[in-house]
Nanobody, 125 residues
Framework: QVQLVESGGTLVQPGGSLKLSCEFS????????????MGWFRQAPGKEREFVAT????????NYGEFVKGRFTISRDNRKNTVYLQMNNLQPEDTAVYYC??????????????WGQGTQVTVSS
């Protein structure tokens, strides 16, 4: 079973920036991190979890939710088994718990139904 640990969330003012990290470990089938598409998702209070961004095995292909509008960048370091989400020009509507997960290749669908604890991002003045 894959283990995912998100970090980097905090309180930030509107217009500010944050970089989230997600460390991957422990797949029981021995598959390396570089064998997985990865994604970021978020869940705001009272709303369903939504897709934020995905990245291909080698980082060469990325995909973003429409609301991102060029503000976020997903990246990965396969040597460190870590996926990142750089978020710029944050707005109050970006307030949510952010999660990472493995993703079905070429889709925005989580591969696993297991989620980590997430990291809270709060955008407020």
């Amino acid at each position: 079973q894959v283990q995912l640990v998100e970090s980097g969330g905090t309180l930030v003012q509107p217009g500010g920036s944050l970089k989230l990290s997600c460390e991957f470990s422990g797949p029981t089938d021995g598959r390396a991190f570089s064998n997985y598409f990865m994604g970021w998702f978020r869940q705001a209070p009272g709303k369903e979890r939504e897709f934020v961004a995905t990245i291909s095995w080698d980082g060469g292909i990325t995909n973003y939710g429409e609301f991102v509008k060029g503000r976020f960048t997903i990246s990965r370091d396969n040597r460190k088994n870590t996926v990142y989400l750089q978020m710029n020009n944050l707005q109050p509507e970006d307030t949510a718990v952010y999660y990472c997960n493995t993703v079905k290749a070429w889709t925005t669908q989580p591969l696993s139904g297991d989620w980590g604890q997430g990291t809270q991002v709060t955008v407020s003045s």
